[in-house]
């Protein structure tokens, strides 16, 4: 008896001292006690409290996977089981905290919830720091194997290529005048593959005609290089014709549909996909689309996965909505939105 009723004074001084907020609610969602600390949201007007639902305060919910609206709000869904979800509040001074959530019912004669709310802004503040580490490590290790194919590139074919080069001209001196000529195409030759590699290294780096003659030409000029030399037709279809957009605008939608077709070469196992770049007035509407393999979003990628997160940060920073939609067995759909300015200013 005696210790049945220490632990009733435990709770209580738990209810008051704790860090935990807690909120005891009516079958309608009204307030019916909270302890102290929910005063960090609602302050410590004790009048108030009965009117200031936590409706006023609530900036919405998510559970594993998805923002969840108001419809979908645990308070008035009747969960019998216990529910943790994350929830935003709105706190008196305007700022928005996270809270890792608990929600049970604890009386069910009486219809009464418990709501129990921990800070985690600190703890969200560390995850996205050491996210933020791990995205800076993947990026420079990709700009690493980016350096280390260019640098490979140059040595095994623009060297190779000189060093055959050279070994013919330095032999022109010893021929006979019949055999100069056959010589000297073959140099001629020779020096023409050699044009093409670099050429090939360079559009690769930054295609010149993105910025000389725009969107629409560096992309037909790449879809061209993409069907000769891996083989993969590009079926493209645009209306923008000659329209010049800002440069990061050009730059990122080129690298975004580059990605795209890369991604669909190496691992959608088709010969075809398409890409359409519409204006649609109010907006840029880009698709790139394939029938192949697919793949399921949430297992781990087949490389590096930097890729799509590239697309995303792109896409967002010129202001774009991104979409990637993959079904196993039937493809992948990239579609992006681009709102364009008024008045004509793109
Ligand atoms: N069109 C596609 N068809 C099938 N699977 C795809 C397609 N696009 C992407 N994927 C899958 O999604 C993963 C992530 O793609 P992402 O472009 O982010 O990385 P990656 O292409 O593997 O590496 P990186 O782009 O850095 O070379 C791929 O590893 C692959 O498993
Ligand atoms: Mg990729």
């Not at 790449?222 to 493209?236: D, E, S, T, W």
């Not at 070469?265 to 519409?278: H, Q, S």
Request: charged share 25%; hydrophobic share 35%.
């Amino acid at each position: 008896m005696t210790r049945q009723k220490d632990l009733v004074q435990y709770l209580q001084l738990l209810y008051e001292q704790s860090n935990e907020i807690i909120f005891f609610l009516d079958r309608e969602g009204e307030i019916v006690y909270r302890n102290s600390a929910s005063y960090e949201i609602m302050g410590e007007d004790v009048q108030h409290q009965l009117d200031s639902a936590l409706c006023h305060h609530c900036e919405g919910l998510t559970d594993e996977n998805h923002l969840v609206t108001c419809e979908g709000c645990y308070l008035y869904s009747g969960v019998s089981d216990k529910v943790d979800f994350q929830l935003f509040m709105k706190l008196q001074d305007g700022t928005v905290k996270p809270y890792s959530a608990n929600y049970q019912t604890l009386d069910y004669e009486n219809d009464i919830r418990v709501l129990r709310l921990n800070n985690i802004s600190n703890q969200m503040k560390t995850q996205q720091v050491l996210h933020q580490k791990m995205l800076t490590k993947h990026i420079m290790e990709a700009q690493e194997d980016e350096r280390k194919r260019i640098s490979r590139e140059l040595h095994d074919s623009i060297i190779q290529n000189i060093l055959n080069i050279l070994v013919e001209v330095r032999l022109f001196k010893y021929l006979p005048p019949e055999e100069l000529s056959e010589k000297t195409e073959q140099a001629e030759y020779l020096l023409n593959n050699l044009m093409k590699s670099i050429r090939n290294i360079s559009v690769e780096l930054r295609p010149s005609s993105l910025d000389d003659l725009g969107l629409l030409s560096a992309l037909r000029s790449h879809f061209k290089y993409i069907g000769k030399n891996y083989g993969m037709a590009v079926l493209f279809e645009s209306n923008i014709e000659d329209t010049r957009f800002d440069t990061e605008i050009e730059t990122a939608l080129y690298r975004i549909i580059q990605e795209s077709v890369f991604n669909a070469i190496k691992y959608a196992d088709v010969d075809t996909v398409d890409v359409t770049l519409m204006d649609r007035g109010e907006y840029l509407e880009v698709i790139i689309e394939d029938e192949g393999v697919g793949f399921d979003m949430h297992s781990s990628p087949r490389g590096s996965g930097l890729g799509l997160f590239g697309m995303r940060e792109r896409a967002e920073a010129i202001g774009a909505n991104v979409s990637i939609k993959s079904v196993a067995g039937k493809g992948t759909k990239i579609a992006l939105i681009l709102p364009l300015k008024k008045g004509g200013e793109k």
